[in-house]
């Protein structure tokens, strides 16, 4: 039994590592310079993805039933839903707010690396860096958004969870101990796949504003294609069922 509990917890730490959660922590975390909040934001989306896992698919356990089919595809029509809105989101700020990088100097000769936007601004203007009033707050993202999507998440994966433990473990007891263990998995694997996203993110958001503007633009638009697919792939099978 212990093998098998274990092998929920792998399971777990591979189900993080789907295109899908990549896709959308990355566009969570894209516009984030400190590494040290994406991997927060990872582990946020862990335990949210986990919450519902043990809520949905344990009740659903409990029970001894199974989550409807067409449940299960609108579920992950949301997941793509949402995925098209936070790529979309991550490609408007950049048309938008014409983000770029610079290092801002104050008076005491102190440098600062600071992200700017031009909104609002004519863009053939000219525009002094040094002399840029360094006012304004710098509000990380907010947690809450993070936690909510990785229980949309959550959410979609629990029909697949069911069957699984279904299909592993016969004692009711030890099919909710296989949830927590795969949501577990899941946290540590989100986490540790957030400081691979991390590092080229922190340091290109210092260094080489050029490649950090590359990277938000190519999270954008992968995570707006994949959605796009998500959602045209489960509105066939919805037409199916």
């Known amino acids: 039994m212990g093998g098998v ?6 399971v777990g730490l591979q ?5 899908d959660h990549l896709a959308a922590v990355s566009s969570l975390v894209s516009g984030e310079r400190s590494w040290r909040r994406i991997v927060r ?12 896992l043990a809520v949905v ?4 356990i409990v029970l001894g039933s199974n989550i409807d089919g067409a449940v299960a595809n609108w579920l992950e029509f949301a997941v793509g839903a949402m995925l098209v809105i936070l790529g979309g989101q991550v490609l408007w700020r950049m048309v938008s707010q014409r983000i770029h990088f610079h290092v801002h100097k104050h008076a005491d000769s102190s440098h600062h690396w600071h992200a700017h936007s031009h909104a609002g601004e004519n863009i053939n203007s000219s525009h002094d860096h040094a002399a840029h009033p360094h006012d304004h707050a710098h509000s990380p993202i907010s947690g809450w958004r993070t936690l909510m999507v990785g229980m949309v998440h959550g959410m979609a994966g629990s029909a697949v969870l069911v069957v699984l433990a279904a299909s592993q ?10 949830v927590v263990t795969f949501g577990f998995g899941s946290i540590v694997g989100m986490a540790g796949l957030s400081v691979i996203v991390a590092v080229p993110l922190s340091w290109t958001a210092r260094t080489i504003s050029w490649a950090n503007n590359l990277l938000q633009g190519g999270i954008g638009t992968v995570t707006l294609g994949l959605g796009m697919f998500i959602v045209f792939e489960t509105g066939v099978s919805h037409s199916r069922l």
């Open 15 to 19: 189900h993080a590592l789907e295109a």
């Open 57 to 60: 698919a344990g009740t659903a």
């Open 5 to 10: 509990l274990l092998l929920g917890l792998a």
């Open 169 to 178: 473990i016969d004692d009711p007891g030890f099919k909710l101990f296989y």
């Open 41 to 52: 934001h990872g582990a946020v989306w862990g335990v949210g993805h986990t919450c519902t």
